[in-house]
């Protein structure tokens, strides 16, 4: 599973259950679902699926935040450092980025199970209309600093 599929799942630090941080430009699929009149009985059923969702991420992300403050503490070390001392943690790192995009993917897609075709519908309208409005903003105002 690549970056980009784990930028179309994440929206903050969870796949719908956090605040969302960004415009459609990181991917991020919540701020589709304001735009698509769920039912109350649909906004219960997505928050149990985020809930469920954030108790699977949220001991993920702390084994990958852990694992980063291992990978500085050893390039911090004193003395000679060479690449086979950072690959165990390298493929810890890995390993477990797979397993918060698996998350990601098994949230979302319990998530999309709720929605009607209609809404699912509607969604692919507004974020066409949403990725639209991000390239005219490109084009007024060029590409954001650091972006190609």
Known sequence: MGAALAGVLAVGGVALAQPHHGGPEQGG???????????D???TQIHQIEKAG?????????QE?????????????????????FSSIKAQEESVRTQIEAAHLNTMLQVRGVLTADQISKAATLHAQMEQLH????????APEGVE
């Open 65 to 85: 935040r852990t694992l980063r403050e291992q990978e500085v503490s050893q390039f911090l070390a004193a003395g000679a450092v060479t690449a086979d001392q």
């Open 54 to 62: 954030w108790t699977t991420l949220k001991p993920l992300m702390q």
């Open 29 to 39: 699929i919540g701020f589709l679902l304001h735009g698509v009149s769920l039912t």
């Open 135 to 142: 390239e005219q903003e490109h084009a007024l105002l060029g």
């Open 41 to 43: 009985a649909q906004k």
